[in-house]
């Protein structure tokens, strides 16, 4: 058990630019999350991932974001004309399906100057 | 609307005090409710979970939590809390018609002086 890995863990860019987020999950888990999580708040659903399939989407999710998970292993996480707002933590968990724990990543902190 | 909420956002104990921390619940139907921990720099941590059955619910590190179903509760408890449990603490749950997706609480931070 390698953990869920996030890569970058830390993403400083300028209002209006793209940014993509990468998790690789725990292998042989099916499920993929995402989450954001803002200063001195819970992590908020996004969306998630059944194998390649993307079963759910939260109405936080504008269509300025899009995730993907092409093979069903890891996933990416765009953000397209990153606005103030944005600035977060993204988290990534996995589980081996819906009723099993999360396990989570370190996250990615984005920063938006 | 599913929600959680957590009653206290920052404790303050002194070690070898007694630890409860609350959560309460809005949920129809069946619920899967966990308790996560994240330590200073590290990510969330499962702590325990409950998803049936006895509901008191025992997980690492000594902690605990018990489900009270008539006042959808899930606190969670350590007899005797130590300078190494401080970190923040989140209860969260899933259930309705979207089991896997986790609704989180806002978190209580608890620090405990040596």
């Known amino acids: 058990d390698t953990g869920v890995s996030q890569n970058p863990r830390h993403k400083i860019t300028k209002r209006g630019q793209n940014v993509t987020f990468r998790c690789d999950p725990i292998?042989?888990?099916?499920?993929l999350y995402w989450y954001r999580q803002t200063l001195g708040q819970g992590p908020e659903f996004l969306t998630y991932?059944?194998?390649?399939?993307?079963?759910?989407k939260s109405r936080l999710l504008s269509d300025r974001f899009s995730a993907e998970r092409p093979k069903g292993s890891f996933s990416t996480l765009e953000i397209q004309r990153t606005e103030q707002g944005d600035s977060a933590m993204y988290l990534c968990?996995?589980?081996?399906?819906?009723?099993?724990?999360?396990?989570f990543g370190d996250g990615t902190r984005l920063s938006i100057l | 609307a599913q929600s959680v909420s957590q009653h206290n956002h920052h404790v303050i104990l002194s070690e070898a005090a007694s630890l409860e921390l609350g959560c309460n619940y809005s949920?129809?139907?069946?619920?899967?409710l966990f308790w996560y921990v994240q330590y200073p720099g590290q990510h969330l941590q499962l702590l325990l979970k409950?998803?049936?059955?006895?509901?008191l619910v025992k997980g690492i590190k000594g902690f605990e939590a018990e489900f009270i179903k008539s006042k959808f509760s899930f606190n969670l408890r350590k007899p005797s809390v130590q300078w190494s449990d401080t970190a923040e603490y989140f209860c969260?749950?899933?259930?309705?018609?979207?089991?896997?997706?986790?609704?989180f609480g806002q978190g209580t931070i608890l620090t405990v002086h040596p």
């Open positions: 292998s042989e888990h099916n499920r």
């Open positions: 969260a749950a899933a259930g309705g018609t979207s089991y896997g997706k986790l609704t």
């Open positions: 968990a996995s589980s081996r399906g819906g009723n099993q724990p999360q396990h």
């Open positions: 991932f059944q194998n390649e399939a993307q079963l759910e």
């Open positions: 949920y129809g139907g069946t619920v899967n």
């Open positions: 409950y998803f049936s059955g006895d509901p």
